[in-house]
């Protein structure tokens, strides 16, 4: 299974250098039935990175711009009614995929940011009270802009943040990366090239052999304390929820599974541990206008006690 997934990463990086972390992410997130939201400016790869990751696992990939003036049916679906046959008929949404890109969602006004709280959350949609089941995998790619914050968007709610399994900081490539990337972009486009290396059975045996990594009582108390820090401490006004608490054990050990372990150990959660946790935090005004949430998360790790580790679990 592993060497599924090395050939996969593989396949992702003749078109994207440099994203190795954020591969590793995507696949703990699609493995563990989970949902990313990928924050950079315009420009670093968000969608070329969700259009390989969909090919590559053999997915149907389906991609809104989110505006303004986007209506919730634009997304979800609608009832439109078929004069050629006089009757009323389904018209599903992009939302019916495997991998659907959600672009600069904090674009779209709250009641269209709403219409993802129910697929997100139950893998379906509900269109005028007819209840559809999405295509297994479904994954949710999300997309802002950190540059154009305060020009005509609208931040998350913390109901839509909490529904997003993993939060990434996408960076500008390194030297040595972005010249690479322009010498392979130059003359070609490697996306055509790229194959489906992995299939749905493929995905499904592997989410059955994660969910075995094993979770010592010691590791599972160890992020209950986390996640109850972050409930106390005095900076934060809106802590991590008990779906949070359960990510990030999904995260840990999607990591392990990932590093070829059958148990979790403390660097697993210490690894993952903002990109699931960071987002969901809420800070309190006064705090806000001198520290930032990673701060504030950093202090948060540093307080708790790591468990001693063992060799075998």
């Known amino acids: 299974m592993l060497k599924k997934l090395n050939i996969l990463k593989d396949e992702i990086s003749k078109v994207l250098i440099g994203r190795d972390t954020e591969m590793d992410f995507l696949i703990i997130s699609l493995l563990q ?11 670093t790869g968000k969608t070329l990175l969700g259009k390989t990751f969909a090919k590559s696992i053999n997915g149907e990939f389906k991609r809104v711009q989110f505006t303004p003036d986007v209506l919730p049916s634009d997304v979800s679906g609608i009832q439109y009614f078929n004069p050629k046959t006089k009757d009323f008929e389904l018209r599903p949404g992009p939302v019916m995929t495997n991998i659907l890109l959600a672009d600069e969602i904090n674009r779209a006004t709250p009641r269209t940011q709403s219409s993802l709280l129910e697929v997100m959350e139950e893998k379906q949609v509900t269109i005028d009270g007819e209840t559809l089941i999405l295509p297994d995998p479904f994954m949710v790619i999300a997309t802002q802009n950190p540059v154009e914050t305060q020009q005509g968007t609208f931040p998350l709610p913390a109901a839509q943040l909490d529904r997003f399994f993993i939060k990434l900081q996408i960076q500008y490539p390194s030297f040595e990366e972005e ?16 194959k489906a290396v ?16 094993k979770v010592d ?28 608490a359960l990510a ?12 070829e372990r059958d148990y979790v150990i403390p660097d697993d959660v210490l690894l993952v541990a903002e990109a699931v946790l960071a987002h969901r935090l809420h800070l309190t005004i006064e705090a806000s206008l001198t520290k930032t949430v990673e701060e ?8 708790v006690a790591v468990p001693v580790e063992a060799e075998t679990k």
């Open 198 to 213: 992995i299939s749905s059975a493929d995905i499904s045996t592997m989410r059955v052999a994660v969910k075995m990594v």
């Open 33 to 43: 039935g989970g949902h990313v939201l990928l924050e950079s400016v315009p420009g």
């Open 179 to 194: 010249l690479n990337m322009i010498r392979r972009f130059r003359e070609t486009n490697p996306f055509t090239d790229i």
């Open 248 to 259: 990030l054990i999904r995260a840990s050990q999607g990591a392990a599974f990932l590093k």
């Open 217 to 244: 009582e010691d590791i599972e108390k160890y992020i209950i304390a986390i996640i109850r820090q972050t409930r106390e401490h005095a900076d934060i006004e809106l802590g991590a929820s008990p779906r949070a």
């Open 296 to 303: 504030i998360f950093t202090e948060i790790i540093q307080s």
